[in-house]
């Protein structure tokens, strides 16, 4: 049963973010930080094709551009749900860290991206149907997956030992996508508001093209690149959680064996100073008064 | 609000709230990293 985390566990990054004595100063390496530079230009350039280049829609005018942010959220929403109930599997399968931390990891991420989700839904709701809220099939759904997202993190949080904590949060972490299903099928089991689904609707065909086909592209790469990014240091930082958690405990088992041993010898030099007292009735020697 | 108004509100929702995460994520880890022995965070 493999309860610590190997050197070959770790995520792959590269040496770059290293003090001078080549220890990395945080949870940044040259590979996130390669990312991270790809995310950002990425961003921009999200910025010039979906506010800028890409056409009105007919129908919706100007607020398709939200959805440049709203879909990929969503989908990367489903992603991070999707990694955590795998990382939970094999969790409770193999036992292994480093899937619970990256269940964790991807969780809270995941947590992040259902509230983007949530709220860009609401401000494209409001102009488009009337209401910021209403309580149609897809937009409860989310909203559930978005208080389980949140009752996994806070699972995590409720103090037990790192195995007990682990197996509760990996059982929350089972349920995420059969959620996942319903959020994603609920336009097609339910009359819902909600509009059914615009891309890979049949299959590989989809109902918009050039421009704003390719804006939502991009969204979904440089979202993933985000996510990537966020993946990688959220899990390194859990890692550094586990090590403190870890460290504090030997620490406090070795000052508790140090405080034990202290005691003993303690008790030992005053027994040897002070030797116990004789029955009434014998001498020091132990011998039988005449 | 116009049509513009709720774009750009979205927009810098998502940049923002994607920004302070990663603040937040990338400050707790430096605050943590000093506390773990370094041959503990060689990130391999």
């Not at chain 1, 220890?23 to 790809?38: A, D, E, Q």
């Not at chain 1, 509760?168 to 099928?185: M, T």
Request: hydrophobic residues 50%; aromatic residues 10%; neutral net charge.
């Amino acid at each position: 049963m493999t309860t610590h985390l190997t050197q070959s566990e770790l995520p792959p990054g590269a040496a770059g973010g290293r003090s001078g004595d080549g220890v990395p100063t945080g949870t940044g390496s040259r590979g996130t930080r390669i990312l991270g530079l790809v995310a950002l230009l990425g961003l921009v350039f999200l910025g010039l094709i979906g506010l800028w280049a890409s056409p009105e829609d007919r129908i919706q005018g100007n607020l398709v551009r939200i959805l440049y942010v709203h879909v990929p959220s969503a989908m990367l929403a489903y992603l991070a749900c999707f990694i955590t109930t795998v990382g939970s599997a094999v969790y409770l399968w193999k036992k292994s860290r480093w899937w619970d931390l990256v269940a964790y990891a991807s969780a809270e991420i995941g947590a992040v991206f259902t509230g983007i989700t949530l709220v860009t839904g609401m401000l494209w709701g409001r102009p488009t149907w009337g209401v910021y809220w209403v309580w149609d099939a897809r937009l409860t759904s989310t909203a559930m997956l978005f208080l389980l997202l949140l009752g996994y993190l806070a699972v995590r949080r409720i103090p037990a030992a790192a195995p007990v904590r682990s197996k509760r949060s990996a059982i929350v972490g089972l349920l995420l996508v059969p959620n996942v299903i319903i959020v994603r099928q609920s336009v097609e089991w339910w009359r819902t508001l909600h509009q059914e689904a615009t891309l890979f609707a049949n299959g590989l065909e989809s109902e918009i093209h050039g421009l704003m086909l390719f804006a939502w592209f991009v969204g979904v790469v440089v979202f993933g690149v985000i996510f990537a990014w966020l993946l990688i240091h959220r899990f390194r930082l859990a890692w550094l959680q586990e090590q403190i958690e870890e460290h504090g405990l030997e620490r406090a088992i070795a000052d508790r064996r140090a405080e034990a041993d202290a005691e003993a010898e303690i008790s030992g030099a005053a027994e040897a100073a002070d030797p116990s007292p004789t029955e009434p009735g014998t001498d020091s020697n132990g011998e039988a008064a005449r | 609000m116009n049509q513009w108004g709720y774009v750009i509100a979205c927009w810098v929702i998502v940049i923002g709230v994607l920004g302070v995460y990663a603040a937040i994520i990338i400050g707790r880890g430096r605050a943590l990293s000093r506390q773990v022995p370094p041959e503990d965070r060689r990130w391999m």
